[in-house]
Structures are given as C-alpha cells and as structure tokens.
C-alpha cells in the first residue's frame, strides 16, 4: 500500500464524517496532540541529541509503509489541514516499490515538515538508544494512536459505530 493510497484514503475518510463523529475524531486527535507534546517534554534531552548524532539518520532508506499509515495521515490532516496540499506535493516523489527517504523532509534533506507535536506514531515512538524512562510516554502516544485506529475501524461497520455511540 503506498503512502498516496493511505493520503487520499484519510482525506477521504475525513471528508466523509458526520458531524458527531467528526467531533469525536477531533477529540482523538487532540489527546495522541497532548500525548505527544508530554513525549516530547519527557525526551526533550534525547531527541537533542538525536540532531546533534544522528542528524536524521532515522528518516533515511525507510519502507514507507511500516512508518506512515492512514491513521497517521488522518491526525495530521485533521490537526493541520492546511497542510494537506504541500503533503500531497512531497508525494508525487513517492517511490512506493523501494526504500527511500522520508517524502516529509524539507528539501529532501530536512527537518520535518510535520510540528512536533503532529507527527506520525512510529516517528515521534521511535528512538535509537533506549527507551525504558520513556515507556509510560510512549505507552499513552500508542495508545491513543490505537484509539484513532479502533475508531477509523469502527467507521466501515456502521452498526458497530452507531451502537458505540449509544453506549459511550
């Protein structure tokens, strides 16, 4: 699945919800946002020295599609649609049948387009020393992502969705 296909398949799931699940999805997205800027308080020293030593080593010779999913594509468009537009420019590169570096980089080289507090799970999760004093950090950004997810999930099955919002 390339990461056009999940682009235009979130937007399109975006666009297609009613109000009230639309205010759920906003909902969502605001606590994965909450989750992620504590994440970024709590590895505030690590990720320094991440672009001192690595200098976005992790974001090169990637498979795309282990990094980006729809769900990352639709917390992102519906925290920052603005965005969706210059997203869409840097996909037209997308190489989907090879590893290559991120699309999402500046110039090809970098930083990140994305704010850090409106990152994809697997990027702003993903650390290359250790990670055990940021568990519960990580805990509550994957969880929330799950809850994006179970959400996105429910939306095909409209009977399912429509008994969650009776009992939730």
Known sequence: MSLTYCFK???????????DSREVLDALCRQIQAAERNLNAAA?????????????????NLHLEAVFGIPDFVYIL???????????????REEPLFTSNCPFL??????????PDVR???????????DAALKADIG???????KL???????????VHRLLLKTG
């Open 9 to 19: 398949k979130a937007t399109h799931s975006i666009h297609r919800l009613p109000l």
């Open 78 to 92: 519906t925290l920052e649609p603005t965005m969706a537009a210059g997203m869409a420019e840097c996909l037209r």
């Open 44 to 60: 505030a020293l690590r990720l320094q020295g991440c672009l001192d030593n690595c200098r976005g080593l992790c974001c090169r």
């Open 120 to 130: 994809p799970e697997v990027c702003i999760t993903s650390f290359c020393r250790g």
């Open 149 to 159: 997810g179970f959400f996105l999930w429910t939306r095909k099955l409209p009977g």
């Open 106 to 115: 500046k110039g090809g080289v970098g930083p990140c387009i994305f704010p």
């Open 140 to 146: 509550r950004v994957k969880k929330s992502f799950w």
